[in-house]
């Protein structure tokens, strides 16, 4: 159903001069329109703020302060904030229309993304952050709901209604605004926010579309921001096996909740995708995620939000109580419910009316259970926690604090997990094992390491046999003159026999072309003699079909290619073209004509001239006969004689 017909602005004028056309999106702050300038008569988003936020004062003073600032940011990858406003009870904002979709529809639509595609939906978000970061504005609300996607491929950042000053002090307020899922620790413990709140959100936004989901869930907002907190964001690879490992380090560097260890700023978070892009090879970049991770989202958790802050550790939120999930997520936390320490299960359950608990015990009491029995059972089990990509030692002390051991470690050779790295784990994280179970490691033992084979003196074709059934990939093949191997056998490879490599590694190969041979010239022989002169040298033989004009006699060669002196291998193969003997063509006419034009004639006409005066003619100037004579056909090029009298 259109909800837009119930919205009361839709068909408004705003200020006397925004047309509101239709209802694009509703987030926690406000709500966003596709209207229409009726000054300049063009398309744009307005962005109106909720009347109970436009209600304070402070906030929308603040909020129409900082986004005059953010409209002097010009950057080709920021929604242009054009004008600013109030009408009545309506605090608005009119910014840039971008036809397309958001971020959030893509990964709602296609859930993981290859990582290609994630790299470059996050370079140019880090370019407009860096350029935010660089005049001295922090966004403080990234998430893929503000990564809008233009149809014509653009990408933009959106909604810096949160953007303040990155010298301004943040920790004096009340309150932290923005959203559960993309909040930094430092936001929710001290409510800091400079540059790398919008690194760390950054990384968990590339976290989401590598692996379709966000890094911490839970069952309200205070759990999640619990594990913000406390908890690592754990690889990408974790959920999406075969991820490179250069991608485990982005996301784990960009959300590592010491802000001191995070890339300084977007701008140096961009240096680093490149970089870790640079080291990526086709296939990796394409590589097709796993579908399995395109469900459906629910975005309550992505709304922006007025956090109260508070000095002690939030706590994960009773389920279906006031100020619960819905509540949390999307509108105001109350101060009281963040309060230290993790909350044990049964405490997370509303506690039954007094008649209700009689019933369920007397249940259990009739089938033979008792209540603490209930309650045993339901806390034997646990979840295995992601260690993929930290060293053994860590991997077993995460372990045991969740009360697990480890059965045995087993190491595997990889490509793209560093030496001593827990590769996988099994049961897989996240997988439910009992309380006091134990948890097989598989840690990296580097890179798989081969020695070259020698290949000398085999065929091309068993040659990368060989290759492949060393565990190396056939490279690039090149030829080159040898008077020691036959052609078409290798001679060696690049790198040389012998060396060690990375398994999968690409191993060059350099064929035999033969021994070199200086191809004699044999045009204007006749074809017999040259077939054997060139037979001779180790050369084969090639007529082409048609035949040339040329000044060599019929039959003969014409010409050759290769050319005479050049160089070739033994067993190359030399085309020969031969002629049908010189190109016949008329004779001027130039007898009684002045010399000088009698000669210009005659070259024109691709002749060569030679002039007879005699005992008589040494000062004549007039042409008194030719040969041959004018009107003849005669080869081009040939010479025809002029008497002079």
């Known amino acids: 159903m259109d909800t837009t017909l119930q919205d009361p602005l839709v068909g408004k004028v705003l200020d006397g001069r925004y047309r509101v056309k239709a209802r694009i999106a509703m987030g926690g702050m406000a709500t966003v329109y596709r209207a229409v300038d009726t000054r300049l008569d063009r398309v744009l988003a307005l962005k109106v703020m909720h009347p109970a936020l436009a209600a304070d004062r402070s906030f929308v003073d603040r909020f129409i302060r900082e986004a005059k600032s953010v409209a002097r940011l010009a950057h080709p990858n920021v929604v242009q904030v054009f004008d600013q406003g109030a009408d009545g009870s309506y605090v608005y904002l009119a910014m840039e229309y971008i036809a397309g979709c958001t971020l959030r529809d893509v990964l709602r639509e296609r859930g993981a993304l290859q990582p290609r595609a994630a790299l470059d939906i996050l370079e140019p978000v880090l370019a407009a952050l860096g350029a935010a970061h660089r005049a001295g504005f922090v966004h403080r609300d990234m998430k893929p709901e503000n990564v809008l996607i233009g149809d014509d491929g653009r990408v933009k950042v959106a909604d810096f209604g949160l953007v303040r000053s990155v010298d301004a002090a943040t920790a004096t307020t009340g309150a932290v605004l923005g959203t559960v899922s993309y909040l930094a620790p430092e936001q929710i413990e001290r409510g800091g926010s400079d540059a790398r709140v919008d690194v760390y959100a950054c990384g968990v936004v590339l976290y989401e579309t590598l692996t379709g989901g966000k890094p911490h869930t839970g069952e309200s907002a205070a759990r999640i921001l619990f594990q913000h907190v406390h908890e690592d964001v754990p690889p990408p690879s974790a959920l999406v096996p075969g991820l490179p490992y250069a991608l485990d380090e982005l996301v784990a560097a960009a959300t590592a909740r010491n802000p001191e260890i995070r890339p300084a700023d977007a701008a140096a978070l961009l240096g680093a995708v490149l970089a870790a892009r640079a080291t990526l090879t086709p296939e990796q970049l394409d590589a097709v995620p796993p579908q399995a991770l395109a469900a459906g989202h629910d975005n309550a958790e992505d709304r922006t939000s007025v956090i109260p802050r508070s000095p002690t550790v939030p706590r994960p939120l009773p389920v279906n109580e006031p100020g619960g999930p819905d509540e949390a997520r999307t509108g105001v936390l109350h101060t009281s419910l963040l309060e230290s320490g993790p909350v044990p299960p049964a405490a997370r359950r509303r506690a039954p009316r007094r008649g209700v608990l009689t019933l369920v015990v007397a249940v259990l009491v009739a089938l033979g259970l008792g209540a603490g029995v209930w309650y045993i059972n339901s806390g034997q089990f646990t979840k295995v926690p992601p260690v993929l990509g930290r060293s053994e030692e860590q991997a077993r002390a995460r372990l045991a604090d969740t009360g697990l051991g480890v059965r045995q470690t087993r190491r595997e050779f990889s490509d793209t997990a560093a030496r001593g790295t827990v590769i996988s784990t099994d049961p897989a994280a996240g997988a439910r094992i009992r309380g006091n179970g134990s948890v097989t490691l598989v840690v990296s033992r580097g890179p798989e390491i081969v020695k070259v084979p020698d290949l000398g003196g085999l065929a091309l074709t068993e040659a990368r046999q060989r290759l492949k059934a060393a565990g190396f990939e056939p490279g690039m093949v090149s030829r080159e003159f040898s008077d020691d191997v036959d052609r078409d056998q290798v001679i060696g490879t690049d790198p040389a026999a012998g060396t060690e490599r990375h398994a999968g ?141």
Do not use: H, Y
């Open 505 to 645: 590694s690409a191993i060059a190969l350099k064929v035999s072309k033969g021994a070199r041979v200086d191809v004699p010239d044999v045009t204007g022989e006749d074809l017999a003699d040259a077939r054997k002169e060139l037979a001779d040298e180790g050369l084969k033989v090639v007529v082409a079909p048609e035949r040339v004009n040329a000044d060599a006699d019929a039959g003969q060669v014409a010409r050759q290619s290769p050319a005479g002196d050049a160089e070739a291998a033994e067993g190359d193969t030399v085309t020969l073209t031969l002629s049908k003997g010189p190109e016949l063509v008329d004779v001027p006419e130039v007898t009684g004509s002045d010399v000088d034009d009698a000669e210009r004639k005659l070259k024109d006409a691709g002749f060569e001239v030679k002039e007879d005066r005699g005992l008589f003619g040494l000062f004549g100037d007039t042409v008194k006969r030719q040969s041959p004579a004018g009107g003849d056909r005669a080869p081009r090029g040939s010479v025809i004689t002029l008497t002079i009298r």
